[in-house]
């Protein structure tokens, strides 16, 4: 899955450049035309001044003044009418090269994304500043108020609350307002108001969720996120499971593989460099009370037999072990016949409804678990599990839970991710 996400992030800039070249040559061809098109009006312009001459001397005579001789303009508007034609059959000839509504909208929400994935600057993105190139392709408050009402519909809400900040910044500097501090402070409140509510009643609490298994012991958690929810659950597996995991997952460990497209399988790459193991319910006592106590914390199910849940893997990170950004749902993206080449472990598992990891070792430095599009780190924390959704209700995949595993610095890393 990783490979699906770097493949599209070369193609969209592919795409991107590409598409601003088509633009400049597009540009290119309009002023061609344009030229064209005042060489062709300055020549009817004469025609119209020949006609209104004729007019004058005839129909327009001062002596004609209290008439209504229509003939001699009735007759010479076909004039006219020829102008109107050439200049709607020049619009219609362009009209479909000039980039439409949809197009701007496009173009706005790559610029949204750009600056969000490459975490640029949004103050040098305005000054027309490209990764310390000056392109000299400045906005005005406008175009900020735009990219911010487009972050904002997109549901970047964070990102919107800082286009508007620039845009809010821009207008007070500005000599010929392009939009009025009052515009841009209405959706600027409103997104500010939307982002502080969804990241709102971040907190730590603890619950038996009225489940008989988690009274004694009830469960501990830290919401780092609201929407969508990531959570911590701390202290969900003790010292003594966590050796038996490490015990019998270190005979099996092997390279971990991902998958490969290209290849149509599942392949060792340098997308994932951790070592895995899987082990299913029946395997061992260890893995069902994992799968038991999953059941308990989340409410869903880890029946692997009907593939409510994939086989338990653990995973061991060495140093500079890493995972590369990538979403848990998977097969919903592939095409049926890429399903089939699917891993016997990935097929079964179907789309990651959620995914939950223990982390069973502290890692020295490094290792933590990152949600790249929303901020948010978790660090391993022997004992801890980490918990998001990857769907939405409607099975549609959330693509803010994109995450990766940074490279361990010093030290090893452990996790269980059933
Ligand atoms: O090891 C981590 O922190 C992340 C692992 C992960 O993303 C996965 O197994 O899907
Ligand atoms: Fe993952």
Sequence with gaps: MSTTYVRNANCDIFSSTSTLESLMHLERHMVAAMSEYVINVEHRLGEIKHYLEEFSQTAGRPEYHNLFVTEDIIGNP????????????????????????????????????LQDTYNLNITDLAEGKLLGQHTYIAMNARDCLFLGKHAFNNGYYGLAVEWMQEALVRAHREGNITASVDEISTFYQM???????????????????????????PVKVEVLHKDPYIAV?????????????????????????????VKRGSEV?????????????????????????????????TNMDNGDAELQQVANYGMGGHYTPHYDYLLKDMSEEERTYASEQERQAGDRIATL???????KKGGST??????????????????????????????DTMHGACPVLMGEKWGVCP
Excluded at 82 to 110: F, T
Excluded at 271 to 289: G, L, P
Excluded at 357 to 363: E, H, I, P, Q, R
């Design 233 to 261: 659950f701390h202290d969900l597996i003790t010292d003594n499971e966590i050796e038996k995991v490490k015990e019998i997952a270190a005979p099996f460990l092997e390279r971990a593989k991902v998958q490969n497209e």
């Design 78 to 113: 076909l004039q006219a009418f020829q102008l109107i034609k050439q200049v709607e059959e020049l619009e219609e000839k362009y009209n479909s090269l000039i980039p439409s509504d949809e197009d701007l909208n496009g173009a706005a929400l790559a610029l949204v994304r």
């Design 370 to 399: 990152v949600f790249t599009r929303l901020g948010v780190t978790i660090t391993p924390i022997k004992g801890s599990a980490a918990f998001w959704w990857n769907l939405r209700r409607n099975g549609e995949g959330i693509i």
């Design 269 to 301: 790459s340098d997308v994932r460099t951790s070592q895995t193991a899987w082990f299913s319910n029946e395997d061992y006592e260890i893995t069902r009370a994992l799968s038991r106590r999953i059941e308990a914390v989340t409410g869903l199910s």
């Design 357 to 363: 990891m223990f982390y069973l070792s502290d890692v």
């Design 191 to 217: 997104a500010l108001e939307i982002e502080v509510a969804a990241n709102a009643d971040l907190k730590c609490y603890i619950t038996n969720r009225g489940h008989p298994w988690l009274i004694l012991q």
